[in-house]
């Protein structure tokens, strides 16, 4: 099966290094891909905002199966692009509708959802310029901690947490009047904060049934003890220890099962990836909010733990069979470690030749390539986050002390990484 695969950081290089490893996969393309994904397929040169230009390789190339990495062409609309053109419509495409994909895309469409299928999220009100003033007076009054968050896409950097009255209001008038996310803030969720735990889980659904894949913890500050500024991710474990099977039962019940019924119930043409950023509170699971893709860095402990069939669970995803599947999950923990560019997730420079990448790495670690780029015969930095090394273990504190072992080996100018991911679930370890 000829497969296209859209992206180009470590979520893609992980997704490619698995569907590679598929009899049904014969060739696999990745545009734009990296470095490390030139290893499992062939990279393209395609901008993924150009979807004729998507469209004409695919059909230049019989690919029969598009998988879509990263959220932008979703809540673009890709899949209704290619399913308003009868060349293109037969294609198996992994990935929501753009109506399936403003779950990610808005938050407000989110909570509303939410609120519509009782699903359980922190309260909230919206805003726009339009209540503007309206909008002041709850910030003023809310309990501190309040959050607000941009509605639309904002590369991850749209969500503030504000802990005095001062501030919050400074921010809310600086994403609605000063447009500080750009258009993604010409709305505002005003939200709650809940304080607890939190965890990702990830679900895959043809619209009408659903495989629960492996749950991750990923942690989002750059500086160790989950201090600093908020990355993209700088590591990530699963199994998360304290998502036991009771804790997981209520998710399912209480947010899984409502949000695919809620798609079904609205006729929203769903299928692919929901993953659905919870907190626990309290023991109790409240969504903080949805995403229409794999998470990054969680791909890279979530499908290393897989040992089903990715393009057989794809396919069935494309067909609506997924009823009665059942996945195949190795039981061993996994936790990756994510180097980024000296300066990440501030000014950055790339280009710095990256050594190390042709050591002997492990049987039981793996090394997925994110900001990379092939140069002169050599592989150089091309990003804010670059690499990451995923490990097995017996528990989270072997599987990141493993990969630790082989980023030590890995070098680039202004090289970084977190030496304690994991650190809750394995307490002192990181004074090691």
């Known amino acids: 099966m000829k497969i296209l695969l859209l992206g180009s950081g470590g979520r893609e290089h992980a997704l490619a290094w698995k569907l590679n490893q598929s009899v049904w996969t014969n060739p696999l393309f990745i545009a734009p891909g990296n470095a490390g994904t030139a290893q499992c397929g062939t990279n393209v040169s395609l901008n993924l905002s150009d979807f004729d230009a998507i469209a004409a390789f695919c059909l230049q190339e019989k690919i029969e199966m598009v998988v879509v990495g990263p959220e932008e062409p979703l809540v673009k609309g890709l899949y209704d692009h290619f399913h308003q053109h009868e060349e293109l419509k037969n294609i198996y495409f992994i990935g929501p509708s753009k109506e399936g994909a403003r779950l990610e895309g808005s938050k407000a469409f989110a909570k509303a959802f939410m609120e519509r299928h009782n699903i359980p999220t922190a309260g909230y009100k919206e805003f726009d310029i339009s209540n503007f003033d309206e909008g ?61 735990i939190e965890l990702s889980v990830f679900v895959l659904t043809d619209g009408k049934n659903y495989v629960i894949l492996p749950e991750a913890k990923d942690y989002k500050r750059a500086g160790e003890g989950d201090r600093g500024l908020n990355t993209g991710g700088m590591g990530a474990v699963s199994p998360v220890p304290f998502a036991t099977p009771g804790f997981m039962h209520k998710v399912e019940e209480r947010i899984i099962k409502p949000t695919i019924e809620g798609l079904k119930k609205e006729n929203i043409d769903y299928k692919g990836f929901i993953f659905i950023g919870l907190i626990k509170v309290n023991g109790q699971p409240f969504v903080i909010e949805y995403n229409c893709r794999l998470g990054d860095p969680e791909t890279e402990v979530v499908i290393p733990r897989l040992e089903s069939d990715l393009v057989g669970l794809f396919v069935a995803t494309a067909k609506q069979e997924l009823a009665g599947v059942k996945l195949s999950i190795d039981k061993r923990s996994t936790a990756t470690v994510m180097a980024v560019s000296g300066g990440y997730p501030g000014h950055f420079e790339r280009g710095f030749p990256i050594e190390g990448l042709d050591q002997e790495i492990p049987a039981d670690s793996l090394l997925f390539h994110a900001g990379t780029t092939s140069k002169e015969d050599e592989v150089v930095t091309n990003g804010g986050r670059v690499l990451c090394v995923t490990s097995y273990g017996k528990s989270v504190h072997e599987a990141v002390m493993k990969s630790r072992a082989v980023l030590d080996n890995i070098e680039y100018d202004g090289i970084y990484y977190r030496r304690d991911i994991g650190y809750e679930f394995a307490p002192g370890f990181n004074d090691e």
């Open 136 to 196: 002041l007076k709850y910030v003023n009054e809310h309990p501190l901690p309040v959050v607000l968050k941009a509605d639309g896409l904002a590369a991850g950097k749209g969500v503030i947490i504000c802990n005095s009255h001062i501030e919050a209001v400074a921010e809310f008038e600086l994403m609605l009047q000063q447009n500080k996310f750009g258009d993604a803030s010409k709305k505002v969720v005003v939200e709650e904060f809940l304080d607890g």
